[in-house]
């Protein structure tokens, strides 16, 4: 289940209450790591200083991130060569690769033995 399925039927005020509770939490903590004494008074970063993350550290799956590493060196593979560059069995391979197409991370060109997998950059459409 996904989680737009999973959260379908609450409302969005929920949602909204939710996602402002989320946000809080973090911002709280954030403050903490700081050593602020309350949030308003943290200088925060401006994004042209921050680290830009690595498509690996989105994913929290191990084997996805090896994935997602594995792609970041290569550029593009086969699924024959995650089976034998990080020693993945044929379905292991199969259903992570699902998964990363499925969040939107990996695209795939080509069908059967030819696919090749490789990380979207193509995030304009999103």
Do not use: C
């Amino acid at each position: 289940m996904d989680w737009l399925t999973k959260y379908a039927e609450i409302p969005d005020r929920e949602r909204i209450r939710r996602i402002a509770e989320i946000l809080a939490v973090g911002i709280e903590r954030y403050a903490r790591q700081k050593g602020a004494a309350s949030p308003a008074v943290v200088e925060w970063e401006e994004p042209s200083t921050a680290k830009p993350l690595s498509v690996a550290q989105l994913v929290t799956d191990a084997t996805e991130r090896q994935v997602l590493a594995y792609l970041e060196r290569t550029g593009a593979a086969t699924p024959r060569d995650f089976q034998q560059a990080l020693g993945l069995s044929p379905m292991t391979v199969t259903r992570r690769l699902a998964r990363l197409r499925s969040a939107g991370l990996v695209a795939v060109e080509g069908h059967t033995r030819s696919a090749r997998y490789r990380i979207r950059t193509d995030f304009a459409g999103n």
